[in-house]
């Protein structure tokens, strides 16, 4: 039986004011809730924020993005061990928005998720095809290369000491969520790919969803057997919309 993970993902929003309420405000609202796991990836500068209330609760803390280096001359980048320094559990790797925006290709992908497991972190790989690719039903193979080139550098137990997370790039921000059908075919199909490696590794391996999850689809996209949690944006900048989410993954 896998634990569910909800995991919010902040993007390049917040402030040190409102992060105190909305932070504050998951603490009251999640506590004592041990049924599944729960974690927010905030910006960087709010990692000791984040460090400083989320400390002893049931909410865990990462950041969205770092470097593959452990230091060096790279100007406004972030290395595995900061980190690390500042408490994270988590750490996305290759979302989408940096795939798009910062070129982010995958042997870099592959790279940085090598480097935050090597730290001890765990990564949150992002997947996902484009709208165009979906239109022309490249979703698998898109899926399959992202996830193959992180396969080949970590093997199926490595890539088992992070979680995926499946984000197709047309559903997220648009309020399109993949429907939940869709959602389980290709987690399946990505759980299929590790079990053809390891079919022990598969099974316990987390799948979670991402792509405009919402309080109105959260319920039902978590009820597929593959759909092991979800990585929320929007809707975890508001208390009670995350909270509503993390209580569907109960
Ligand atoms: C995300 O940022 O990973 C995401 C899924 O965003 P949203 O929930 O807003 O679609």
């Known amino acids: 039986m896998r634990r569910k993970l ?21 603490v009251h609202g999640l506590c004592g809730d041990r049924k599944a796991d729960y974690a927010v990836c905030v910006p960087h500068p709010y990692l000791a924020q984040a460090q400083s209330i989320l400390q002893g609760t049931n909410i865990a803390w ?8 452990e230091g060096g001359a790279f100007t406004g980048s972030v290395a595995p061990h900061m980190l690390v320094d500042f408490g994270c559990t988590y750490v996305i790797i290759g979302h989408s928005e940096r795939r798009e ?21 765990c990564p949150i790989l992002c997947l996902g095809e484009t709208r165009e690719e979906h ?36 559903a997220i921000g648009t309020g399109r969520a993949a429907a939940p059908e869709l959602a389980q075919h290709m987690h399946a199909y990505i759980r299929n790919r590790i079990a053809n490696l390891d079919r022990l ?24 057997p593959d759909v092991d949690g979800a990585l929320v944006g929007n809707a975890s900048l508001v208390a009670e919309q995350f909270i509503t989410i993390c209580r569907a993954a109960n």
Do not use: T
Not at 108 to 117: H, R, S, Y
Not at 150 to 160: I, K, N, Q, S, Y
């Open 6 to 26: 909800v995991v919010g993902n902040w993007k390049m929003y917040g402030s040190l004011a409102s992060n105190q309420v909305l932070l504050d405000s998951l």
């Open 135 to 170: 239109e022309a039903g490249l979703a698998e193979q898109v899926v399959a290369r992202q996830l193959d080139a992180v396969l080949a550098c970590m093997g199926a137990e490595g890539v088992a000491k992070g979680v995926l997370a499946y984000e197709p790039v047309w």
């Open 62 to 69: 990462g950041g969205q993005n770092m470097h593959q280096l």
């Open 101 to 121: 925006l910062c070129h982010e290709n995958d042997p870099l992908v592959a790279a940085k998720f090598e480097a935050a497991v090597k730290d001890g972190l």
């Open 201 to 224: 590794v598969a099974g316990r391996l987390r799948i979670i969803h991402g792509g405009s999850v919402r309080v109105s689809n959260a319920a039902q996209l978590l009820s597929m």
